[in-house]
Protein backbone atom coordinates (compact mmCIF):
# COMPACT_ATOMS: atom_id res chain seq x y z
CA UNK A 1 0.00 0.00 0.00
CA UNK A 2 1.62 3.18 -1.00
CA UNK A 3 0.10 6.49 0.25
CA UNK A 4 1.13 10.29 -0.65
CA UNK A 5 -0.85 13.47 0.71
CA UNK A 6 -0.62 16.73 -0.04
CA UNK A 7 2.01 18.47 1.72
CA UNK A 8 1.60 21.11 3.81
CA UNK A 9 2.90 24.76 2.64
CA UNK A 10 6.61 24.61 2.19
CA UNK A 11 8.23 25.47 5.91
CA UNK A 12 11.79 25.95 6.85
CA UNK A 13 13.66 23.59 8.77
CA UNK A 14 13.63 25.77 12.03
CA UNK A 15 9.88 25.71 11.95
CA UNK A 16 9.94 21.98 11.89
CA UNK A 17 11.94 21.29 14.72
CA UNK A 18 9.99 23.56 16.03
CA UNK A 19 6.66 22.22 15.00
CA UNK A 20 8.35 18.66 16.09
CA UNK A 21 9.41 19.78 19.73
CA UNK A 22 5.67 20.83 20.37
CA UNK A 23 4.52 17.94 18.89
CA UNK A 24 7.08 15.81 21.48
CA UNK A 25 6.14 18.08 24.38
CA UNK A 26 3.21 18.29 25.50
CA UNK A 27 2.54 19.06 29.10
CA UNK A 28 2.09 15.47 30.26
CA UNK A 29 5.77 14.69 28.83
CA UNK A 30 6.52 18.04 29.57
CA UNK A 31 6.42 17.08 33.46
CA UNK A 32 7.50 13.24 32.47
CA UNK A 33 10.67 14.98 30.72
CA UNK A 34 11.07 17.32 34.10
CA UNK A 35 10.98 14.51 36.55
CA UNK A 36 13.75 12.52 34.02
CA UNK A 37 16.15 15.59 34.08
CA UNK A 38 15.81 15.94 37.68
CA UNK A 39 16.53 12.06 38.16
CA UNK A 40 19.40 11.32 35.79
CA UNK A 41 20.90 14.62 37.82
CA UNK A 42 20.72 12.77 41.12
CA UNK A 43 22.19 9.61 39.52
CA UNK A 44 24.50 11.68 37.88
CA UNK A 45 26.01 13.61 40.93
CA UNK A 46 25.52 9.95 42.73
CA UNK A 47 28.00 8.78 39.78
CA UNK A 48 30.13 11.67 39.64
CA UNK A 49 33.01 10.63 42.23
CA UNK A 50 33.47 6.76 40.72
CA UNK A 51 33.72 8.02 37.13
CA UNK A 52 35.84 10.88 37.46
CA UNK A 53 37.80 9.27 40.29
CA UNK A 54 38.35 5.86 37.41
CA UNK A 55 39.37 8.18 34.62
CA UNK A 56 42.01 10.23 36.93
CA UNK A 57 43.43 6.74 37.63
CA UNK A 58 43.48 5.97 34.12
CA UNK A 59 41.28 3.23 34.02
CA UNK A 60 38.75 2.56 31.83
CA UNK A 61 35.44 2.44 33.04
CA UNK A 62 33.82 -0.37 33.78
CA UNK A 63 30.91 -1.72 30.30
CA UNK A 64 27.97 -1.72 30.74
CA UNK A 65 26.16 -5.02 32.28
CA UNK A 66 23.91 -6.75 29.75
CA UNK A 67 21.62 -5.77 27.61
CA UNK A 68 22.44 -1.96 28.86
CA UNK A 69 23.13 0.70 26.24
CA UNK A 70 26.54 2.42 26.61
CA UNK A 71 26.13 5.17 24.15
CA UNK A 72 24.11 7.83 26.80
CA UNK A 73 26.10 9.65 28.84
CA UNK A 74 24.65 12.32 31.40
CA UNK A 75 21.94 13.83 30.39
CA UNK A 76 21.98 17.36 28.54
CA UNK A 77 21.50 20.34 31.94
CA UNK A 78 22.30 17.81 34.23
CA UNK A 79 26.27 17.98 33.53
CA UNK A 80 28.03 17.83 36.94
CA UNK A 81 30.58 20.26 38.15
CA UNK A 82 33.71 20.24 39.82
CA UNK A 83 37.34 20.74 38.62
CA UNK A 84 38.57 18.72 35.86
CA UNK A 85 41.22 15.57 36.15
CA UNK A 86 44.41 16.06 35.55
CA UNK A 87 47.49 14.44 34.07
CA UNK A 88 51.10 13.27 35.64
CA UNK A 89 52.31 17.12 34.83
CA UNK A 90 49.30 18.85 36.32
CA UNK A 91 47.65 19.79 32.88
CA UNK A 92 43.92 19.91 32.80
CA UNK A 93 43.64 15.90 30.92
CA UNK A 94 41.32 16.16 27.83
CA UNK A 95 41.85 12.67 27.35
CA UNK A 96 38.83 10.24 27.24
CA UNK A 97 35.69 9.40 24.82
CA UNK A 98 34.13 12.36 23.69
CA UNK A 99 31.16 12.96 21.18
CA UNK A 100 30.16 16.69 20.20
CA UNK A 101 27.33 18.25 21.24
CA UNK A 102 26.78 18.92 25.05
CA UNK A 103 25.42 21.90 27.20
CA UNK A 104 27.09 23.89 25.12
CA UNK A 105 25.62 23.18 21.63
CA UNK A 106 27.01 24.59 18.30
CA UNK A 107 26.85 27.97 17.18
CA UNK A 108 28.92 30.98 15.25
CA UNK A 109 28.74 34.18 13.98
CA UNK A 110 27.56 34.80 10.88
CA UNK A 111 29.99 33.95 7.99
CA UNK A 112 32.05 36.74 7.08
CA UNK A 113 32.34 35.82 3.35
CA UNK A 114 33.42 38.10 0.51
CA UNK A 115 30.84 39.02 -2.00
CA UNK A 116 32.75 36.93 -4.68
CA UNK A 117 32.57 33.93 -1.91
CA UNK A 118 28.75 34.52 -0.89
CA UNK A 119 27.73 33.81 -4.63
CA UNK A 120 29.88 30.85 -5.33
CA UNK A 121 28.10 29.70 -1.72
CA UNK A 122 24.57 30.50 -3.63
CA UNK A 123 25.70 28.50 -6.75
CA UNK A 124 26.71 25.78 -4.12
CA UNK A 125 23.38 25.76 -2.63
CA UNK A 126 21.43 25.92 -5.80
CA UNK A 127 23.14 22.36 -6.75
CA UNK A 128 21.13 21.58 -3.27
CA UNK A 129 24.62 21.20 -2.12
CA UNK A 130 25.69 18.38 -4.20
CA UNK A 131 28.66 18.76 -4.25
CA UNK A 132 29.28 18.50 -0.98
CA UNK A 133 32.91 16.71 -0.63
CA UNK A 134 31.29 14.66 2.01
CA UNK A 135 29.15 13.35 -0.34
CA UNK A 136 32.32 11.48 -1.97
CA UNK A 137 33.09 9.95 1.83
CA UNK A 138 36.22 12.18 1.27
CA UNK A 139 37.88 13.14 4.79
CA UNK A 140 35.87 15.89 6.73
CA UNK A 141 38.18 18.60 7.57
CA UNK A 142 37.96 21.05 10.92
CA UNK A 143 35.92 22.05 12.79
CA UNK A 144 33.43 19.95 11.04
CA UNK A 145 34.58 16.31 11.88
CA UNK A 146 33.93 18.16 15.50
CA UNK A 147 29.80 18.23 14.40
CA UNK A 148 29.86 14.75 13.36
CA UNK A 149 27.33 12.55 15.08
CA UNK A 150 30.40 10.09 16.15
CA UNK A 151 32.76 9.55 19.23
CA UNK A 152 36.17 10.58 18.88
CA UNK A 153 38.81 9.36 21.85
CA UNK A 154 41.35 12.05 22.93
CA UNK A 155 44.43 10.55 24.11
CA UNK A 156 46.79 13.11 25.88
CA UNK A 157 50.73 11.91 26.40
CA UNK A 158 53.36 14.39 27.96
CA UNK A 159 54.07 15.95 24.47
CA UNK A 160 51.47 15.49 22.33
CA UNK A 161 47.77 14.65 22.48
CA UNK A 162 46.63 12.19 20.17
CA UNK A 163 42.85 12.35 18.27
CA UNK A 164 41.07 9.21 17.15
CA UNK A 165 37.82 10.03 15.33
CA UNK A 166 34.93 6.90 14.32
CA UNK A 167 34.08 9.49 11.70
CA UNK A 168 35.60 9.07 8.05
CA UNK A 169 38.50 7.84 10.52
CA UNK A 170 40.05 11.03 10.90
CA UNK A 171 43.40 10.85 12.84
CA UNK A 172 45.49 13.88 14.77
CA UNK A 173 48.66 13.42 16.22
CA UNK A 174 49.07 16.85 17.58
CA UNK A 175 52.75 17.53 18.86
CA UNK A 176 53.00 19.87 22.44
CA UNK A 177 56.56 19.73 23.18
CA UNK A 178 57.13 23.39 21.02
CA UNK A 179 58.55 22.31 17.86
CA UNK A 180 57.36 24.20 15.01
CA UNK A 181 54.86 22.53 11.43
CA UNK A 182 57.78 20.68 9.20
CA UNK A 183 59.19 22.45 6.51
CA UNK A 184 57.87 19.84 4.09
CA UNK A 185 54.26 19.45 4.50
CA UNK A 186 51.64 19.25 2.15
CA UNK A 187 48.41 20.61 1.82
CA UNK A 188 45.81 18.34 3.26
CA UNK A 189 42.27 17.45 4.59
CA UNK A 190 42.96 18.10 8.15
CA UNK A 191 46.08 20.26 7.28
CA UNK A 192 49.08 20.06 9.97
CA UNK A 193 48.76 20.58 13.47
CA UNK A 194 51.24 21.68 16.27
CA UNK A 195 49.69 22.49 19.94
CA UNK A 196 50.81 24.46 22.82
CA UNK A 197 49.35 24.74 26.26
CA UNK A 198 47.82 28.20 27.63
CA UNK A 199 46.72 26.61 31.32
CA UNK A 200 44.26 24.50 31.08
CA UNK A 201 43.90 25.35 27.14
CA UNK A 202 45.43 23.55 24.71
CA UNK A 203 45.84 25.63 21.75
CA UNK A 204 46.05 24.18 18.35
CA UNK A 205 47.57 26.42 15.06
CA UNK A 206 46.36 24.29 12.04
CA UNK A 207 47.48 24.92 8.49
CA UNK A 208 48.25 23.70 5.39
CA UNK A 209 44.73 22.46 4.05
CA UNK A 210 43.44 21.73 0.74
CA UNK A 211 40.44 23.18 -0.73
CA UNK A 212 38.83 20.04 -0.63
CA UNK A 213 36.53 20.17 2.65
CA UNK A 214 33.49 22.11 3.13
CA UNK A 215 33.61 23.73 6.90
CA UNK A 216 29.98 22.26 7.41
CA UNK A 217 26.65 21.39 5.99
CA UNK A 218 25.86 25.28 4.23
CA UNK A 219 27.90 24.98 1.46
CA UNK A 220 30.63 26.99 3.67
CA UNK A 221 33.76 26.38 1.12
CA UNK A 222 37.04 27.83 1.51
CA UNK A 223 40.53 28.03 -0.07
CA UNK A 224 44.12 26.33 0.93
CA UNK A 225 45.36 29.85 2.40
CA UNK A 226 43.06 28.62 5.37
CA UNK A 227 44.50 29.14 8.87
CA UNK A 228 42.52 27.91 11.92
CA UNK A 229 43.32 27.94 15.74
CA UNK A 230 41.86 26.23 18.27
CA UNK A 231 41.21 26.18 21.87
CA UNK A 232 40.06 23.23 23.65
CA UNK A 233 39.18 23.67 27.93
CA UNK A 234 38.15 20.99 29.82
CA UNK A 235 35.70 23.32 31.30
CA UNK A 236 34.49 20.03 33.73
CA UNK A 237 34.67 16.45 34.85
CA UNK A 238 32.13 15.36 31.57
CA UNK A 239 32.74 18.81 29.44
CA UNK A 240 34.97 19.93 27.37
CA UNK A 241 34.94 23.53 24.84
CA UNK A 242 36.03 24.22 21.77
CA UNK A 243 36.44 27.05 19.82
CA UNK A 244 38.21 27.30 16.18
CA UNK A 245 39.19 30.81 15.05
CA UNK A 246 39.42 30.73 11.27
CA UNK A 247 40.97 32.83 8.93
CA UNK A 248 41.26 32.73 4.82
CA UNK A 249 42.48 35.43 3.15
CA UNK A 250 40.69 33.49 -0.02
CA UNK A 251 37.44 33.72 1.10
CA UNK A 252 36.68 36.21 4.27
CA UNK A 253 36.53 39.75 5.00
CA UNK A 254 37.58 38.66 8.96
CA UNK A 255 38.01 35.59 11.20
CA UNK A 256 35.15 33.42 11.57
CA UNK A 257 34.68 31.91 15.47
CA UNK A 258 32.76 28.96 15.75
CA UNK A 259 32.36 27.46 19.22
CA UNK A 260 30.98 24.20 20.02
CA UNK A 261 31.38 21.92 23.04
CA UNK A 262 32.01 17.78 24.03
CA UNK A 263 30.61 15.78 26.34
CA UNK A 264 32.10 12.63 27.77
CA UNK A 265 30.87 9.35 27.23
CA UNK A 266 33.05 6.62 28.84
CA UNK A 267 30.52 3.58 27.45
CA UNK A 268 31.21 4.65 24.00
CA UNK A 269 33.80 3.03 21.54
CA UNK A 270 34.98 3.40 18.25
CA UNK A 271 33.27 1.93 15.31
CA UNK A 272 34.21 0.48 11.90
CA UNK A 273 33.21 3.89 9.88
CA UNK A 274 34.56 2.85 6.14
CA UNK A 275 32.51 5.71 4.26
CA UNK A 276 33.17 4.05 0.94
CA UNK A 277 31.99 0.63 1.38
CA UNK A 278 28.51 1.28 -0.25
CA UNK A 279 28.43 4.81 -1.29
CA UNK A 280 25.46 5.04 -3.68
CA UNK A 281 25.73 8.36 -3.86
CA UNK A 282 27.94 9.00 -6.45
CA UNK A 283 26.11 6.83 -8.78
CA UNK A 284 22.83 8.64 -7.34
CA UNK A 285 24.09 12.28 -8.07
CA UNK A 286 25.55 11.65 -10.88
CA UNK A 287 22.11 10.48 -12.41
CA UNK A 288 20.38 13.80 -10.85
CA UNK A 289 22.99 16.25 -12.32
CA UNK A 290 21.16 14.86 -15.41
CA UNK A 291 18.13 16.57 -14.80
CA UNK A 292 19.23 20.06 -14.57
CA UNK A 293 15.57 20.88 -13.80
CA UNK A 294 15.90 19.39 -10.34
CA UNK A 295 18.11 22.28 -9.58
CA UNK A 296 17.24 26.15 -8.72
CA UNK A 297 18.55 28.67 -11.02
CA UNK A 298 21.02 30.63 -8.70
CA UNK A 299 20.49 34.08 -9.39
CA UNK A 300 16.63 33.36 -7.56
CA UNK A 301 18.96 32.78 -4.08
CA UNK A 302 18.93 35.66 -2.12
CA UNK A 303 22.38 36.68 -0.56
CA UNK A 304 22.63 35.28 2.98
CA UNK A 305 21.85 37.88 5.60
CA UNK B 1 15.30 38.12 6.72
CA UNK B 2 16.39 37.46 10.40
CA UNK B 3 14.85 34.03 10.60
CA UNK B 4 16.35 33.36 7.51
CA UNK B 5 19.56 34.03 9.03
CA UNK B 6 19.29 32.35 12.45
CA UNK B 7 18.49 29.08 9.86
CA UNK B 8 21.43 29.60 7.42
CA UNK B 9 23.90 30.39 10.63
CA UNK B 10 22.81 26.64 12.57
CA UNK B 11 22.38 25.41 8.90
CA UNK B 12 26.08 25.75 8.73
CA UNK B 13 27.05 23.63 11.04
CA UNK B 14 24.67 20.92 10.45
CA UNK B 15 22.76 22.16 13.83
CA UNK B 16 19.58 22.22 12.74
CA UNK B 17 19.77 19.92 9.48
CA UNK B 18 18.99 16.58 8.91
CA UNK B 19 22.19 14.86 10.19
CA UNK B 20 22.76 12.23 7.37
CA UNK B 21 26.62 12.41 8.46
CA UNK B 22 27.22 11.90 5.04
CA UNK B 23 25.33 13.95 2.24
CA UNK B 24 22.86 16.46 1.66
CA UNK B 25 19.24 15.68 2.35
CA UNK B 26 18.04 17.98 -0.45
CA UNK B 27 20.46 17.02 -3.33
CA UNK B 28 18.47 13.35 -3.60
CA UNK B 29 15.41 13.88 -1.55
CA UNK B 30 12.07 15.91 -1.70
CA UNK B 31 11.03 17.06 1.76
CA UNK B 32 7.82 18.32 0.66
CA UNK B 33 7.02 15.13 -0.48
CA UNK B 34 6.20 12.36 2.35
CA UNK B 35 5.39 8.69 1.74
CA UNK B 36 3.79 6.57 3.48
CA UNK B 37 4.48 2.14 2.11
CA UNK B 38 3.08 -0.93 3.48
CA UNK B 39 5.12 -4.11 2.78
CA UNK B 40 7.10 -6.69 2.94
CA UNK B 41 10.79 -6.29 4.61
CA UNK B 42 12.50 -8.52 1.78
CA UNK B 43 16.26 -7.53 2.64
CA UNK B 44 18.51 -5.21 4.55
CA UNK B 45 21.74 -3.88 3.03
CA UNK B 46 23.39 -3.02 6.41
CA UNK B 47 26.75 -1.44 5.05
CA UNK B 48 28.15 2.32 5.52
CA UNK B 49 27.32 4.94 4.95
CA UNK B 50 23.60 4.15 4.53
CA UNK B 51 21.61 1.67 5.15
CA UNK B 52 19.61 0.44 2.73
CA UNK B 53 16.12 -1.47 2.78
CA UNK B 54 13.73 -3.32 0.26
CA UNK B 55 10.58 -3.59 0.59
CA UNK B 56 8.53 -5.46 -1.42
CA UNK B 57 4.98 -3.70 -2.09
CA UNK B 58 1.57 -4.89 -3.75
CA UNK B 59 0.08 -2.45 -5.95
CA UNK B 60 -3.69 -2.24 -6.37
CA UNK B 61 -3.66 -4.82 -9.25
CA UNK B 62 -1.76 -7.25 -6.60
CA UNK B 63 1.49 -6.50 -8.69
CA UNK B 64 4.47 -6.92 -6.62
CA UNK B 65 6.85 -3.78 -6.68
CA UNK B 66 10.00 -3.48 -5.11
CA UNK B 67 10.59 -0.09 -3.08
CA UNK B 68 14.14 1.59 -1.76
CA UNK B 69 14.68 3.08 1.59
CA UNK B 70 17.65 4.53 2.44
CA UNK B 71 18.50 5.11 6.62
CA UNK B 72 20.64 6.40 8.73
CA UNK B 73 24.51 4.83 8.51
CA UNK B 74 24.88 1.54 10.97
CA UNK B 75 26.71 3.45 13.69
CA UNK B 76 23.93 6.10 14.12
CA UNK B 77 21.20 3.58 14.25
CA UNK B 78 22.78 1.30 16.80
CA UNK B 79 23.20 4.39 19.04
CA UNK B 80 19.64 5.40 19.17
CA UNK B 81 17.90 5.09 21.93
CA UNK B 82 15.51 2.04 21.06
CA UNK B 83 18.07 -0.38 20.86
CA UNK B 84 17.86 -1.55 17.70
CA UNK B 85 20.87 -3.81 16.48
CA UNK B 86 22.21 -5.42 13.27
CA UNK B 87 20.77 -8.87 14.47
CA UNK B 88 17.14 -7.17 15.60
CA UNK B 89 17.19 -5.51 12.37
CA UNK B 90 18.04 -8.22 10.18
CA UNK B 91 15.53 -10.70 12.05
CA UNK B 92 12.82 -8.73 11.17
CA UNK B 93 13.33 -9.59 7.34
CA UNK B 94 10.14 -11.07 6.13
CA UNK B 95 7.71 -9.10 8.20
CA UNK B 96 4.90 -6.60 7.47
CA UNK B 97 6.16 -2.89 8.09
CA UNK B 98 5.07 0.68 7.02
CA UNK B 99 7.43 2.81 6.72
CA UNK B 100 7.72 6.54 6.21
CA UNK B 101 9.95 9.14 4.67
CA UNK B 102 10.36 11.15 1.91
CA UNK B 103 10.37 10.96 -1.62
CA UNK B 104 13.60 10.87 -4.21
CA UNK B 105 13.69 13.84 -6.35
CA UNK B 106 14.91 11.01 -9.34
CA UNK B 107 11.41 9.80 -8.82
CA UNK B 108 10.89 5.84 -9.23
CA UNK B 109 10.24 3.82 -6.05
CA UNK B 110 12.83 5.48 -3.97
CA UNK B 111 12.56 7.55 -0.71
CA UNK B 112 14.35 8.08 2.11
CA UNK B 113 12.99 6.52 5.18
CA UNK B 114 12.40 8.26 8.68
CA UNK B 115 10.22 5.24 10.74
CA UNK B 116 9.23 1.71 10.38
CA UNK B 117 6.06 0.46 12.36
CA UNK B 118 6.27 -2.90 12.38
CA UNK B 119 2.87 -5.37 12.45
CA UNK B 120 3.52 -5.91 16.24
CA UNK B 121 3.53 -2.55 17.10
CA UNK B 122 7.49 -1.80 17.76
CA UNK B 123 8.65 1.21 15.84
CA UNK B 124 12.30 2.06 14.59
CA UNK B 125 13.41 5.81 13.76
CA UNK B 126 15.35 4.81 10.82
CA UNK B 127 16.50 8.24 9.20
CA UNK B 128 16.34 12.26 10.43
CA UNK B 129 13.63 14.19 10.10
CA UNK B 130 13.20 16.33 7.23
CA UNK B 131 10.89 18.20 4.71
CA UNK B 132 7.62 20.01 5.71
CA UNK B 133 6.75 17.98 8.91
CA UNK B 134 4.44 14.90 7.15
CA UNK B 135 5.37 11.89 9.01
CA UNK B 136 6.82 12.65 12.60
CA UNK B 137 8.62 9.54 14.05
CA UNK B 138 7.08 8.17 17.03
Redesign the interface.
Known amino acids: MVQRWNPAPERGTADLRQIDLERRFSVRNRILGFTAVAVLYVCALLLLPMTTGAQQRGETPAPPAAGQRGARGPARGAEPTGPPPRDAQGRADLSGMWMSGGPVGQRSDPVPYTPEAQQKVREFQSRQNIDDPMGQCLLVGIPRIYSMPMPFKIIQLPNEVIFVHEAFRGIRVIPTDGRPHPDDIEPAYLGNSVGHWEGDTLVVDVRSFNDRTWLGYGATHHTDKMQITERLTRTGPTTISYEAVITDPGVFTKPWTVRSGFSLRPNERIREYECGENNLEIIKFQELLKKPELFVDPTRLQPRQ | ?19 L ?4 F ?3 YDG ?8 TLKSV ?1 W ?4 I ?1 YLLD ?3 PSGKVVTWTFEGY ?4 L ?2 R ?1 E ?1 WTRDKVLARIGSQVTITGW ?1 S ?2 GGNAAHSRQFTFADGAKMESGP ?6 P ?1 AN
Open positions: MKRIAIISVLALLGAAVPVAHHSSAESKPVTVTGDRNPHYVKDPPNMVRPGLRAGAGNGGP
